[in-house]
């Protein structure tokens, strides 16, 4: 009984980091993604981003489908945001003053069709970290052209203030 108690104490204890997302956050089911342009959770999650101009972005359900060990649900957010000018400046200075030139990989078609055209790219380890605060995993990259960022995150939760 002793370790039927200890191991619901430590599951309880490790659920509000594992779900912080859910399939009510734009996460499907079966895996895929559907586009949604509410920016209500996107501004909930990333404050330094203001009030966005535009977004498009969705919810993925990880191992859906994977029945092997039941638990909380991981869902990745990833979307196209474009900011207003003061957000954007903002974000531009938390990329520091050598981010990469860095093109965006594995994303869901559904999103890599809305990236704007001819974008460059830039990525750096000083945004993820301004952006995550390490409370979740997450890469932010920037289109200055199109004053764009490309979120792709696993369990984004708000910035604790």
Known sequence: ????????????????????????DGGDERG???VRTDPAPIEKRFPVFGTPE???????????????VPGPTDVRLVGVVRLAPAAFARVV?????NPVAEAPRGLPDEIAH??????????????????????YTGSFHVDTAHR???VDCVDPVPPKH
């Open 1 to 24: 009984m002793r370790v039927l108690a200890a191991g619901l104490a430590v599951s309880a204890s490790l659920a509000p980091l594992t779900s912080c997302a859910s399939p009510g």
């Open 32 to 34: 895929r993604c559907s």
């Open 54 to 68: 535009r977004t498009h972005w969705c919810g993925v359900v990880l191992n859906a489908g994977d029945e092997r």
């Open 93 to 97: 200075g938390d990329l520091g003053e």
């Open 114 to 135: 809305l990236l704007p055209g001819e974008a460059r790219w830039r990525h750096s380890d000083r945004l993820d970290r301004a952006v995550t605060q390490g409370r």
């Open 148 to 150: 764009t960022v490309l």
